[in-house]
């Protein structure tokens, strides 16, 4: 596939696999991705799995990511985890923001702003997730939801750290239900977010972050997906536990 921006496939593996079957889940995928150069890959293990996971992919084109992190670098913070824990383990990702994490563990944008600015004073490229439930799609809100959470949750960075920031656009509705948002639908949301990361920063910074589409993402639909202009790769949930589909997705994004 021909792209402006080189694609980014990144594996939520969320509170799935005991270090076993993670090593196992590492071990198949390095075999069927060796030879994949064209796309920026990453798998996201629990912590618990990070350091096993972490040797298995030194030697290979995986890459790492967190699926969240502390906005605080030390200190009195019972059961977190800080940027500087993560590079100890070669992290060079951390997913931030999820809505499930903003639904349940009530992150605001605010609060996201902050961690994607420790990630980055960390060297971590933070992959900040925003979208739409289904009541405000269905209101006609999706755009002003974009447009809140893109200014919010990104709010403080620098040009040179937006351009090393990911986003991705996770419709929640489509997350975990099977449910795709349509290539039209996706394509669309992707240029709403790219509109006001030009006018939040300037025109180049906007053409020059990558934004991945997430929710229900499959080896059937990747392709298509992907193929839109302004969908730069895909953040997968489900689809990311077994290795012949997310190594699919992957080969189908070529
Ligand atoms: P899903 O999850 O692919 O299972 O819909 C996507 C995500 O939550 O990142």
Same mark, same amino acid.
């Given at each position: 596939?021909?792209?402006?921006?080189?694609? *980014?496939? @990144? #594996?939520?593996? =969320?509170m799935?696999?005991?270090?076993?079957?993670? %090593?196992?889940?590492v071990g198949d995928l390095k075999l069927e991705l060796a030879n994949v150069k064209e796309v920026d890959i990453v798998v996201c293990p629990?912590?618990?799995?990070?350091?096993?996971?972490?040797?298995?992919?030194?030697?290979?084109?995986?890459?790492?990511?967190?699926?969240?992190?502390?906005?605080?670098?030390?200190?009195?913070?019972?059961?977190? *985890?800080? @940027? #500087?824990?993560? =590079?100890?383990?070669?992290?060079?990702?951390?997913? %931030?923001?999820?809505?499930?994490?903003?639904?349940?563990?009530?992150?605001?944008?605010?609060?996201?702003?902050k961690k994607a600015l420790a990630a980055h004073a960390a060297s971590l490229k933070p992959i900040v997730c925003v979208g739409e439930t289904l009541d405000e799609r269905v209101a006609n809100q999706t755009e002003k939801v974009l447009e809140t959470q893109v200014r919010g949750s990104l709010s403080g960075l620098s040009k040179g750290q937006m351009e090393e920031t990911i986003v991705a656009y996770e419709p929640v509705w489509a997350i975990g239900t099977g449910k795709t948002a349509t290539t039209a639908q996706a394509q669309s949301a992707h240029a709403v977010i790219r509109g006001v990361l030009a006018k939040m920063f300037d025109e180049t910074v906007a053409r020059r972050v990558r934004i991945q589409y997430g929710g229900s993402v499959k080896p059937a639909n990747a392709r298509e997906l992907m193929s839109q202009p302004d969908v730069d790769g895909a953040l997968v949930g489900g689809a990311a536990l077994e290795p012949r589909s997310f190594a699919e997705i992957i080969k189908n994004s070529i």
């Open positions: 596939m021909n792209k402006e921006r080189k694609l *980014i496939v @990144a #594996g939520n593996w =969320k799935n696999k005991t270090v076993a079957e993670a %090593l196992a889940l629990p912590f618990t799995a990070m350091c096993e996971v972490s040797k298995a992919v030194l030697d290979s084109n995986i890459r790492l990511g967190a699926q969240n992190m502390s906005e605080n670098n030390a200190g009195a913070y019972t059961g977190e *985890i800080c @940027a #500087g824990m993560l =590079k100890e383990f070669s992290v060079r990702y951390v997913i %931030l923001g999820h809505s499930e994490r903003r639904q349940y563990q009530k992150e605001s944008d605010a609060l996201i702003s």
